[in-house]
């Protein structure tokens, strides 16, 4: 993935093309810094509850206690809020997939991509709804990198599923199953509550033994790691 992070920047904890951190933009403070990630909170919140488009900046601005100057010198705009919500956690997403590919065992890898995934969902209900369910609210360049972010994460599991079925354990399936395999996980946020009875561990654990289901070519599963 390649794009240029001075025109568009996603997030805190962006890497730059150069390779260089970016703190926050224009090397703001790291009081301004946890300002800006506390509107991000609060407007997941209420673009969670209440929809992107029907959520308006002065919501916003009275949730965070700000007038509408001192919001736009911390969020830039609308969009670009809702845009490093979405990007924060699909760049997430993509750092520790590509971690998890290092795991050689298909199994494994599998386990691990589910229990990641659903405690990031799990830990970040409002921001990971805002994330998969207000994308395409966003717009131009924004709207591209974040899609490729969503494409690259769908790669990892393709990767993984790939890896599986030359190793002789899965069978070949067609994209479209896999899409419906990570929307099992993506759409959890319809119906995920903090407090369920089960954990998000114990619901990753179900959902890789749906995978295993869905894609392996031999009957056995080994034991979960």
């Not at 794009?3 to 568009?8: E, F, L, M, R, T």
């Not at 997941?44 to 029907?54: I, S």
Request: aromatic share 10%; hydrophobic share 40%.
């Amino acid at each position: 993935m390649s794009y240029n992070s001075d025109v568009v920047p996603t997030g805190p904890y962006a890497k730059r093309e150069n390779g260089a951190e970016e703190v926050g933009l224009g090397g703001e403070s790291a009081a301004a810094l946890q300002k800006r990630e506390q509107i991000q909170r609060i407007a997941a919140q209420l673009f969670a509850g209440n929809g992107y488009r029907a959520t308006g900046v002065a919501e916003i601005g009275d949730a965070v206690g700000l007038g509408r100057g001192a919001l736009y010198y911390h969020i830039g705009s609308k969009e670009d809020l809702l845009f490093r919500i979405s990007a924060k956690y699909m760049e997430e997403l993509v750092e520790s997939g590509r971690r998890i590919l290092e795991e050689p065992d298909p199994y494994d890898r599998i386990r691990m991509l589910s229990r990641y995934l659903m405690r990031t969902i799990s830990s970040n209900l409002a921001e990971m709804t805002v994330c998969f369910r207000e994308v395409d609210a966003l717009t131009g360049e924004r709207r591209t990198i974040v899609s490729r972010l969503h494409q690259d994460y769908q790669d990892i599991w393709r990767e993984t599923l790939r890896d599986g079925a030359e190793k002789g354990h899965f069978r070949e399936l067609p994209l479209v199953a896999l899409k419906g395999i990570l929307g099992m996980y993506f759409y959890s946020f319809l119906w995920l509550r903090a407090d369920g009875k089960q954990s998000a561990d114990e619901i990753a654990e179900i959902f890789s033994d749906m995978v295993f289901s869905i894609v392996e070519r031999r009957k056995g599963r080994r034991a979960a790691i």
